[in-house]
């Protein structure tokens, strides 16, 4: 069947659906990597975006139960060149036509995602929706839509739920949380809580975790107002581990303002330079927000940089034991060289620990 | 930090002419790097013995060494030199193995010389695969399982601990030549000893099989701060088994997931610093299709083919930065070829897919065999990019063989069922043709997935394809059909053809239904498409991209596509020299190419550069969007050429020889009546147009002049020429090839025997410069580029040479053209005949460049470009000279054996020259023997083993070698003849008769030289084929042609002392 995705400026890009046959909107987001649909499409870090991919040959694979970054998807859409619809893979349980069906994601191939991803580059973000026509009716629909500001309150954990083990004890502030960083957590043995955006200081003392790890998830960091003011109560009492989106807060936290990039970067090929040590590694990243640089009087200081474009991609409190990262060192898809974080969160509250013993 | 200044002088080593295995790759490679580093500052002390390739120019700042690459040589060089350090990495394995001999020479550490890249001087993991496999076990890595044997007694060990089926394969041998599967003790004894035989150290690898698994590969970027970069993966269409340079492979990987991507993104980049490399290190993995198990196939830690194929699937400049690394320089200092402020530390976002299409020159040697295996048979590749594997498919196949123009062969729709099924079970270079008659033919995905082991997803492809075929049956000029068979890569003579119309019909509905070509920017760095590379891709499925600039005159030059037999990188040679002379006189260059190993397809070498098939489709295509002024078919061989009339025929204006004059030349009735009207002699020809009852039976057909040369068509298909010796012979012939008509009309010519000469020109409508004239050495020899040459003509008289300057005059006001004329002549009792004429750049300009001293190639652009000779300094139909003598010898290279029949046909193939330059004949040529890695012995025993019309001169030179010292071997009916002429013979078996037989005598290092020839005509004898293949092997020199014999004993004789008693 014809459709059509819409761009909120009248760009119309034709296409065959697939996936469910609904109408929806969202922010177009585009992923530059050649792997990992199924994980980028499980990716709540996603949520409310219609996301296209840029190499032009996805579904080879299938979906299989092993690359859930969440059970349930909270895309808008997904728009791609070719749709293979017959997976050839061992692992492969359903084809990508199905699984976007049964969730109820609309789904549009045969697009010339090339020409849309051009477009992007040169216009910027832009909101784009699917629909069964092309008329002026549907762009007036289109400019019309307000896409809501509260993504991360759709897709935050509404309860707090456990992730148990026998090691240390860590709040993970969900802001859009991805499997991996659960499994990466769990594999160094964390006993995890897993707690909604909007925590108050008092949950959190409660528990009284050894460490905080602030996740990645989508939509602007100004609006998370409550997590921003529980993270400034708290920040003195416990390392903190920001990723993405949490390195957005958490620079917010400390006065610091991020700025929105005028293309949203969904990349599976960042080169990250550590500051200190010179080495440099490849990351995925998903982030609508940049930090050029770090003001002169800042308590914070830069730890890691982009190789390629001037950007900050890490940074650490002078005082505090409180790191961020612009990028996604649990990967999922993409490169897994900056696994190492998570050790070095670990080792931080390790730290954390014997200092307060000594205090005592 | 920043590149090195304590080093001056860096040596430089390439590798040498090329065979299969080793092919034109090191073309591009290696003259990246030697330009990077002359460019960088250094003084480059480069050794190639190769002619035909661009490394071995005069750059500024590179002495250039075009001598052999033996250790002899290198130690000379070396010591007159003294460079600071020396580089490995562009030479291929011949020359790693003779970089380890100069360490162990001492001569590295005597004179302080430093290795720079990754040393590949010392035996380390990186350079020895003992040291690998412990490597690998240490770490724990998934290395195949495999154990080296050199006896028997310890097969029972190997099949406990590999299981069956096991992988044989001997150690060292040229791309794996002598292998295969054994499924049980029997087959397992059996191919071991053919290994045993095959391998220099008598040494076998076995190793668990791991076929049906899929094949992936990675290219890794390291430099000495230990930052890496995976530049570059990519999947093989074909199963593990097939020998990776015979496999079509697509980048980046198509079937895998992200989690297993990572996975062997990590273990190559964990390999990759274990063996402490800095440039470029290729690694293999097999990987299962039921589980998750991967194994390592194989690590190399230098430049090679992938890398070639990922420099331009990329437009990453790989072996530029590879020398920039091993220059202490670090990846993030290194420039991004084309992103402003990005560095060459990336690793790169497809938004396009890219297919490498291996092509093999079975065609040209009758009787070969196509199985592919474990033993690499492709002579080149090409390259196509596209936005879907259909498109990429569909062009990959019309790009190498240029008759072939969709997924369909008549010998092959001809098969019956249970043909077709063999040929997939046994795959060979037509299993891709084989999978889409099959699907025609109603078999299943999963059917033939299980036959060919070639995983599902790319035969569905192949089906897409076919289905698309029958849709474009029924649905005749209908907008929608046609738009998706575009999207999906049908040309417009495939789709014409199905819709029984012509392709200017098409191609007309097709502009009216809006249906044109858009050009793709290649810029890997998907997150950034605005970025400007300048190298295209034509596709339907995007917009285009390209806005073609007004301000100059452009010129568009049309390459000369994927390396052949025949046609190795000295074309592109003409085609990148070419590009840089236009771009000096000011000219907006544009090439369309599709070769990977060209070094014309480097980045930047054309303003714009667009890959597709080099067919009139695309030249149309492009020349629609960019308006060039004019078209250049004359610099990229026979392909370029063979356009220029379609070209024409559109209204572009083609410089050089029009369409007309090429088909005066090229089609054998035409010549004869341009040779007659310009009072010229030549061969007396004749056409077979239909098939005969009998040719024994024609008048005609008894009274031809035997012997006889003939061809077939050769718009259909390429065959070798064969020579006939009476009319049943002819009729034997025409019998093999009755089978398709279009194989005619047959060509017979008039057999001419006497002195040969190539002579090459530059003629600008008035004068003529001859730039080069070459002789012969072999009277018999069919092809020119088989034959020995030497250079300057020896025995040329001027009146012969005036005549010579007369016939390119006359030719060239005749036709009416202007620049590059190559033209073949024969001497025979004072008479001059003119065997062919070609009106385009020869094979020999990259040649003549280099000894001439003077650039040919930029003189002949600007004659075309309207130059007149006498304005550029040359008067009176000059011929350039040289101050040495030149040695041209063609390389040799085997089909390889086959793995199931035991050693059936093998075929000798020339696939590339060395050259020898020296004062005299004699040292030229012992200097060519030297390079082309066949030294001359200086004492021990010959073997001869010669056809029966060469007995009795056979017979004379044997007495001459024994004069010398030598001592004479020979075989049945040889041995016969020489011991009653009463020669001291030896006599030696056959192969596989009572021992000792010369297979064993040649692998014991009994005989030092071997000298044989063969019958006419016929299939060469199995044992004729072994001999040869065992001769390369054990670097025995090989002598083919006793013309080239008696210039070896001259050489001999030379050097040698009279030394008889009183």
Known sequence: MKRYLILEDGTVFPGNAFGARINTTGELALYTGATGYQETITNDNYTGQIVAFTYPQQGATGINRDDYEAIQPTIKGMVIGENYQLPSHWQAQMTLDLFLQAQRIPGLMNVDTRRLARHIAKYGNMKASFMDTHDAHAHDQIKALVIANNQVNQVSTKQPFPSPNIGKNVVVIDLGLKNTVLRELSKRQCNVTVLPFDTDSGMINTIAPDGILVSNGPGKPEALTKTIATLKTVQERYPIFGIGLGFAVMALVNDVPVLPRKVSQHRINLAVREKITQNTNFAAQNSSFYLPELPANSDLFVTHVAVNHQEVLGYRHRYLPNFAINFDPEAAAGPRDTLHFFDDFIDLMDANISRKQRLE | ?1062
């Open chain 2, 1 to 1062: 930090m920043s590149k090195r200044t304590d080093l001056n002088k860096i040596l430089v080593i390439g590798s040498g002419p090329y065979v299969v295995g080793q092919s034109t790759e090191f073309d591009y490679l290696g003259t990246e790097t030697v330009v990077t580093l002359a460019q960088a500052g250094y003084h480059v002390i480069l050794v190639n013995s190769n002619p035909a390739t661009n490394m071995t120019d005069r750059y500024p700042n590179v002495s250039v060494y075009l001598e052999p690459i033996t250790l002899k040589f290198l130690t000379e060089i070396i010591r007159k030199e003294l460079p600071d350090a020396i580089l490995a990495n562009v030479g291929g394995q011949t020359t790693i193995n003779l970089v380890l001999q100069l360490r162990q020479s001492g001569l590295l550490d005597q004179l302080n010389i430093q290795t720079i890249g990754t040393d590949l001087t010392h035996q380390n993991p990186a350079t020895d695969v003992d040291q690998f496999q412990d490597l690998m076990a240490q770490l724990q890595l998934p290395l195949l399982n495999s154990l080296l044997i050199n006896d028997q007694g310890q097969i029972p060990q190997a099949i406990e601990r590999l299981g069956w089926p096991i992988m044989v394969r001997p150690v060292n041998s040229i791309g794996g030549t002598g292998g295969g599967l054994a499924e049980n003790r029997a087959q397992l004894e059996k191919v071991f000893n053919q290994a045993t035989a095959i391998s220099p150290f008598h040494q076998v690898a076995l190793s668990q099989s791991v076929l049906g698994a899929k094949e992936i590969e990675f290219e890794v970027l390291r430099d000495h701060a230990d930052q890496v970069a995976a530049i570059f993966n990519c999947e093989q269409l074909n199963q593990v088994g097939i020998h990776s340079g015979d496999s079509i492979a697509l980048a980046p990987i198509q079937t895998l997931t992200d989690r297993q991507v990572q996975s062997l993104r990590e273990m190559a980049i964990n390999i990759t610093r274990q063996l402490n490399v800095i440039g470029s290190c290729n690694i293999q993995f097999a990987v299962d299709t039921k589980t998750n198990q991967v194994w390592i196939l194989k690590a190399t830690a230098r430049l090679g083919r992938t890398s070639a194929f990922a420099a331009k699937a990329l437009g990453y400049p790989l072996a530029k930065v590879a020398a920039l690394l091993a220059v202490g320089l670090r990846l993030d200092e290194i420039d991004h070829p084309y992103e402003q402020g990005s560095t060459a530390l990336v690793e790169p976002a497809f938004d396009y897919l890219v297919c490498k299409f291996p092509g093999w020159s079975f065609d040209r040697v009758s009787g070969a065999d196509r199985t592919l295996g474990a033993e690499m048979k492709a002579t080149g590749e090409v390259m196509v990019f596209d936005r879907n594997v259909e498109a990429a498919i569909l062009k990959g196949v019309r790009s190498y063989n240029l008759r072939i123009d969709h997924l369909w062969k008549a010998e092959i729709a001809a098969l019956d069922d249970d043909q077709l099924t063999a040929y997939l079970i046994h795959p060979t270079d037509e299993e891709i043709f084989c999978l889409a008659e099959a699907l025609r033919r109603g078999y299943s995905v999963t059917d033939l997935s299980h036959i060919s082991k070639i995983d599902a997803f790319f035969i569905q492809k192949i089906k897409n394809i076919v289905q698309l075929e029958q849709e474009l049956v029924d649905h005749k000029a209908e907008i929608d059909v046609l738009k998706r068979a575009k999207y999906y890569g049908f040309s417009d003579l495939e789709i014409s053809r199905l819709w029984e119309i012509t392709t200017d019909q098409l191609r007309i509905f097709r502009q009216e239904a809006k249906i044109e070509p858009g050009f793709q920017e290649i810029n890997s760095i998907a997150s950034n498409p605005l970025v400007h590379s300048q190298q295209f891709f034509i596709t339907y499925a995007t917009e285009n991209e390209m806005t073609a600039s007004e301000s100059k005159e452009k010129v568009l030059v049309i390459g000369s596509g994927p390396t052949k037999v025949g046609q190795g990188s000295e074309v592109d040679y003409e085609t990148v020299h070419g590009l840089e002379e236009l771009r000096r006189l000011g000219y907006e260059t544009i090439l369309l190419n599709n070769n990977p190993d060209a070094y014309s397809t480097s980045v930047n070498l054309a303003d714009h550069l667009y890959y597709a098939p080099i067919n009139a489709e695309a030249v149309l295509n492009i020349a629609a969007i960019e308006q060039p002024t004019y078209v250049i078919t004359q610099l990229g061989g026979k392909s370029a050429s063979k356009l220029t009339a379609a070209l024409e025929r559109a209204g572009l204006k083609i410089l050089g020889a029009s369409g007309a004059a090429l088909n005066q030349v090229h089609e054998p009735e035409k010549m004869q009546r341009l040779l007659a009207d310009l009072h010229l002699l030549g061969p007396r020809i004749r056409q077979i147009t239909e098939p005969l009852a009998d040719a024994t039976s024609q008048e005609w057909a008894r009274q031809l002049p035997y012997p006889i040369l003939i061809h077939p068509n050769p718009e259909h298909r390429f065959s070798p020429t064969e020579i006939l010796k009476s009319a049943a012979d002819l009729q034997h012939y025409l019998t093999r090839f009755n089978r398709d008509l279009a194989n005619y009309p047959f060509t017979i010519r008039e057999f001419l025997s006497g002195d040969k000469y190539e002579v090459d020109g530059i003629y600008d409508g008035e004068q003529v410069l001859i730039t080069g004239i070459m002789e012969h050495l072999e009277h018999s020899s069919l092809h020119s580029g088989d034959a020995m040459t030497i250079s300057p003509a020896r025995n040329l008289s001027d009146s012969m040479l005036s005549q010579i300057k007369q016939v390119f005059l006359a030719v060239g006001q005749q036709l009416g053209m202007r620049g590059f004329m190559n033209i073949r002549f024969l001497v025979k009792d004072d008479l001059l005949y003119v065997l062919a004429i070609d009106l385009k750049g020869s094979r020999n300009l990259a040649f003549i460049n280099k000894m001439t001293r003077e650039s040919i190639i930029a003189l002949g652009v600007k004659v075309l470009m309207g130059s007149r000779l006498t304005a550029l300094g040359y008067q009176n139909n000059p011929v350039l000279t040289t101050a040495n003598v030149h040695v041209r010898i063609p390389v040799y290279s085997f089909t390889k054996i086959n793995q199931r029949q035991k050693l059936a046909k093998a075929q000798m193939k020339t696939t590339g020259e060395a050259i020898g330059s020296d004062l005299t004949f004699e040292k030229a040529l012992y200097k060519a023997l030297e390079a082309a890695r066949q030294p001359l012995p200086a004492y021990g025993r010959i073997l001869f083993s010669v056809a029966s019309h060469d007995l009795s001169r056979g017979l004379e030179m044997a007495q001459r070698f024994k004069r010398l010292g030598y001592q004479i071997v020979a075989t049945a009916h040889t041995a016969t003849k020489f011991q009653r002429s009463g020669l001291a013979t030896d006599f030696v078996h056959d192969i596989g008769q009572r021992q000792p037989d010369i297979a064993t005598e040649i692998s014991q290092g009994k005989i030092q030289m071997v000298i044989n020839t063969t019958e006419w005509r016929g299939p060469v004898s199995m044992s004729g084929a072994l001999l040869r293949e065992l001769s390369v092997m054990h670097n025995v020199p090989l002598i083919t042609t006793l013309d080239e014999a008696e210039a070896i004993l001259t050489v001999l004789e030379s050097r040698a002392f009279a030394i008889e008693p009183l």
